[in-house]
């Protein structure tokens, strides 16, 4: 794999520093030191309770209040969005939970 200037290389192969299967609603938080940075759904109809974006000098989608990093007019996720199966969505979050569906989440640093 090449080296990206400026990107942690472990990090760009998803799933090489970990991942979990969620098929519940029971809120997840990733291991002690890592962020999920992918989620693909596994499920015809998986939806989110709870997103929540990790802090830093980027902003990245969730189920809370957008702020101004997201753009002008960025929304919330609603709990009513659904992703079909097959559907992966990138970011950084420190909080995952399925208000349906079922998930593999990846981690990173």
Do not use: C
Not at 16 to 29: H, I, P, R, V, W
Not at 41 to 68: C, E, I, K, M, W
Not at 80 to 104: C, D, K, N, S
Request: hydrophobic share 45%; no cysteine.
């Amino acid at each position: 794999m090449a080296n990206i200037v400026g990107l942690n290389t472990p990090q760009i192969d998803i799933g090489q520093l970990g991942s979990a299967y969620l098929a519940d609603t029971e809120a997840f938080k990733p291991p002690t030191g890592k962020v999920a940075v992918a989620i693909l759904s596994l499920d015809a109809a998986t939806r989110f309770t709870a997103l929540t974006p990790a802090n830093g000098d980027h902003a990245y989608f969730g189920t809370v209040t957008q702020v101004d990093a997201n753009g002008t007019n960025a929304d919330e996720l609603p709990n009513t969005e659904t992703f079909p199966a097959g559907v992966t969505i990138y970011g950084r979050w420190t909080g995952v939970q399925l208000a349906a569906g079922a998930v593999i989440v990846y981690f990173a640093e």
